[in-house]
């Protein structure tokens, strides 16, 4: 990106301790956006970039990011398929690859995936240290593959193993690692994520949010407290990117963001980017300007070529009173939540490193 915009919010995540991008999922766009923040805030003391992704299961793509690029984590997606989010597109693993090679830490704060069980475990395989802890994983990875295999075959989730390991599978793994080891901090993650998966399908949505945010808060402050010097560029969904209370009703993780800043003496920058047009692999084109668009407040005739960028922190005194904010309240939610609203022409939907099954 160029032009006066891009020197704006340049200038501004320059100033920030921590810039969030509040993105919709699976696009190209949000990508260059991410690479272009990366390429110029290296040098700003942004060390850090955070992923809506597992902790244990970006450590393991972040290792093969470091040993060959690209293509080491893609070789990773397609020998554990479905087992990690987002990452699995080609336009993500590059741009987690890209920020990998340039020496950035890359954090997942994220629930883990429900498959990433096949990938965790083994990782965990490789460090295993006796017999005892050897058998305890190889029978879990076992099960995992199996619950896999079950669905690919029938599109059924019923035996993964985030639904089928039971107490006594837990407690055998996390016997075979001593407390407070990395490894062992890995099973209790796969654990939380258990918890978190099963609240949502008995129904308790909001139970599952709560427990799924609060363990996304707790690992982006331990990440901190551990490199408190570090800024940190966050590229996650747009619900959980703004400040305030998300569309889950949770003070969520971009408002927890924006109060860590505050307590290190500095600011947060959140950045929401949408575009007016998806355009599919087949080139069919659907207008994403609707009447529940906020792009719709901020869409002129003969700019639809034209990325545009809307200073939202400056409509606040005007959003705050009572009349226009009765009046206009997606747009007062909109302005309080984020600084900016990045307008592109469109998103392209990024390409899956592994066929998704229809």
């Given at each position: 990106m160029s032009?006066?915009?891009?020197?704006?919010?340049?200038?501004?995540?320059?100033?920030?301790?921590?810039?969030?991008?509040?993105?919709?999922?699976?696009?190209?766009?949000?990508?260059?956006?991410?690479?272009?923040?990366?390429?110029?805030?290296?040098?700003?003391?942004?060390?850090?970039?955070?992923?809506?992704?597992?902790?244990s299961s970006t450590s393991v793509l972040l290792d093969a990011a470091k040993d060959r690029g690209l293509e080491g984590v893609a070789q990773t997606i397609r020998e554990t398929p479905f087992s990690v989010a987002f990452l699995n597109h080609k336009e993500e693993a590059a741009l987690f690859a890209h920020a990998a090679t340039m020496?950035?830490?890359?954090?997942?704060?994220?629930?883990?995936?429900m498959g990433s069980p096949r990938l965790i475990l083994g990782a965990l395989k490789q460090r295993a240290e006796t017999e005892t802890a050897r058998t305890a994983i190889n029978s879990a990875l076992e099960n995992a593959w199996d619950g896999f295999k079950h669905y690919a075959q029938t599109g059924s989730r019923e035996k993964a193993f985030m639904f089928t390991a039971g107490a006594g599978q837990w407690n055998q793994l996390l016997e075979v690692f001593?407390?407070?080891?990395?490894?062992?901090?890995?099973?209790?993650?796969?654990?939380?994520?258990?918890?978190?998966?099963?609240?949502?399908?008995?129904g308790d949505f909001f139970k599952s949010n709560s427990l799924r945010i609060d363990f996304m808060k707790r690992m982006f402050s331990e990440r901190i407290q551990a490199s408190p010097d570090c800024r940190v560029l966050l590229k996650i969904g747009s619900a959980h990117a703004g400040r305030g209370y998300s569309p889950f009703d949770q003070l969520d993780v971009g408002n927890h963001a924006a109060e860590m800043a505050f307590a290190r003496g500095g600011k947060s920058l959140h950045v929401l980017v949408l575009a007016r047009k998806l355009i599919e692999s087949d080139g069919k084109a659907t207008d994403l300007v609707s009447e529940t668009s906020p792009i719709r407040h901020f869409s002129q005739p003969g700019n639809e070529s034209e990325s545009q960028l809307f200073h939202l922190?400056?409509?606040?005194?005007?959003?705050?009173?009572?009349?226009?904010?009765t009046a206009y309240p997606e747009l007062s939610n909109l302005a309080f939540r984020y600084d900016f609203l990045l307008v592109l022409p469109e998103f392209h939907p990024s390409e899956p490193l592994v066929p998704i099954p229809k």
């Open positions: 032009g006066p915009g891009a020197d704006i919010l340049l200038g501004h995540a320059r100033d920030s301790e921590f810039t969030l991008i509040g993105e919709s999922h699976g696009n190209r766009e949000t990508c260059s956006v991410g690479s272009w923040f990366l390429e110029n805030l290296k040098g700003a003391g942004y060390k850090a970039f955070v992923t809506e992704t597992g902790p020496g950035y830490e890359c954090w997942g704060i994220d629930q883990e995936f001593d407390a407070g080891s990395n490894e062992r901090k890995m099973i209790e993650q796969l654990l939380i994520s258990q918890r978190i998966y099963g609240m949502y399908h008995k922190a400056e409509l606040r005194s005007i959003l705050a009173e009572s009349k226009t904010k």
